[in-house]
């Protein structure tokens, strides 16, 4: 099975750090995203990436950055953390072709103080 | 554009009543279409899928068929249990990105 691994499940960070999530996946997947869920809002596409350093803004990129060094890990970037980014990240990955589903990583819960 | 527009929850249900959730669809081209799960706490788990109009995914006693006269992937058990209490997402694919729809809450009672 496709495994997609987010490193940390709860976070804790200070207004004005800066934050990095990191997402592993380990099926020579080509396609990444980084989604963010809030209660009533669903699921928001911050940004994605079909490979190796490249990436491409979702719908709500403000305040994020990306990285993509190599094919297996996509990194989110918070550069200066705000209360507004607390939020649950969701990482997935995807084989691409529009037959294919996601396989989602277990979420980090952010909690910017 | 493309969009997905499910049913609003909370829906609550005894063990074993029948399950619908109701979704629809907007899109341009030829979706695919999913229903994904998440139980608390987790990420979100694929539940099953359909390529193609009138394709019919199924998994776990969940089933699903793809309408595309009716533009609807509606989601269907005849049996829910007290595990199945979870958020449900419709979504669909379109030319490799993904597109969700806000999830349905379930609550199962025992």
Not at chain 1, 75 to 94: F, H, K, P, R, V
Not at chain 2, 48 to 61: C, H, I, R, V, Y
Request: charged content about 25%; glycine content about 8%.
């Amino acid at each position: 099975d496709v495994k997609v691994t987010q490193s940390s499940r709860y976070l804790v960070k200070r207004t004005g750090e800066k934050v990095f999530l990191e997402c592993v996946q380990d099926m020579d997947h080509e396609n990444m995203f980084w989604y963010r869920q809030d209660p009533g809002l669903g699921l928001r596409l911050i940004y994605f990436s079909y490979d190796v350093k490249m990436k491409e803004k979702g719908d709500i990129p403000e305040g994020y950055s990306v990285s993509r060094e190599k094919k297996e890990r996509f990194s989110l970037i918070l550069e200066s953390a705000s209360t507004n980014q607390t939020s649950m990240y969701l990482c997935a990955s995807s084989l691409g072709g529009v037959e294919y589903g996601y396989t989602f990583g277990s979420g980090t819960r952010l909690t910017v103080v | 554009g493309d969009s997905v527009t499910q049913m609003e929850g909370p829906v609550t249900l005894s063990e074993e009543a029948f399950l619908t959730i109701n979704c629809t669809y907007t899109a341009t081209g030829y979706p695919s279409l999913f229903w994904y799960v998440q139980y608390p706490g987790e990420g979100l788990q694929l539940l099953l899928k359909a390529t193609k109009a009138d394709d019919k995914g199924s998994n776990k006693g969940f089933e699903a068929t793809y309408r595309k006269e009716t533009t609807s992937f509606h989601l269907e058990k005849g049996s829910v249990q007290v595990s199945d209490s979870a958020v449900y997402f419709c979504a669909l694919s379109d030319k490799d990105k993904f597109y969700f729809g806000s999830g349905t809450k379930l609550n199962v009672k025992p």
